[in-house]
Nanobody, 126 residues
Framework: VQLQASGGGLVQAGESLRLSCVASGRIFSSYTMGWFRQAPGKAREFVAAITLSGGSTVYAVSVKDRFAISKANAGAKKMVYLQMNSLKPEDTAVYYC??????????????????WGQGTLVTVSS
């Protein structure tokens, strides 16, 4: 499984940005895909996740009502998006997409994700 994240950039507070993640290889509909972020000097934290089968979503409290995760199929590849609205300076971080195999629930723990993309930098200026 290969994950490729894109869409990061520099925006001002209050603006929007959409991140994309392309998942290729042996990724099954039973997988869950998520977004994490890591700010300088901080631990990697969960942002949002979506199941590829039913489309169930889970959000971190800090982004709920501002961010939206969605999915789409692109041939043999899976696409996952993170629409980020009303961005704040504290949203500044490197954002990573990740995937985990079926474990019966959506995980918010980085250690339970099996595959990771390379990260895309989001910078929000005040």
């Amino acid at each position: 499984v290969q994950l490729q994240a894109s869409g990061g950039g520099l925006v001002q507070a209050g603006e929007s940005l959409r991140l994309s993640c392309v998942a290729s290889g042996r990724i099954f509909s039973s997988y869950t895909m998520g977004w994490f972020r890591q700010a300088p000097g901080k631990a990697r934290e969960f942002v949002a996740a979506i199941t590829l089968s039913g489309g169930s979503t889970v959000y971190a409290v800090s982004v709920k009502d501002r961010f939206a995760i969605s999915k789409a199929n692109a041939g043999a590849k899976k696409m996952v998006y993170l629409q980020m609205n009303s961005l704040k300076p504290e949203d500044t971080a490197v954002y990573y997409c990740a995937a985990h195999r079926y474990i019966g629930s959506v995980s918010e723990l980085p250690g339970q994700y099996d595959y990771w993309g390379q990260g895309t930098l989001v910078t929000v200026s005040s």
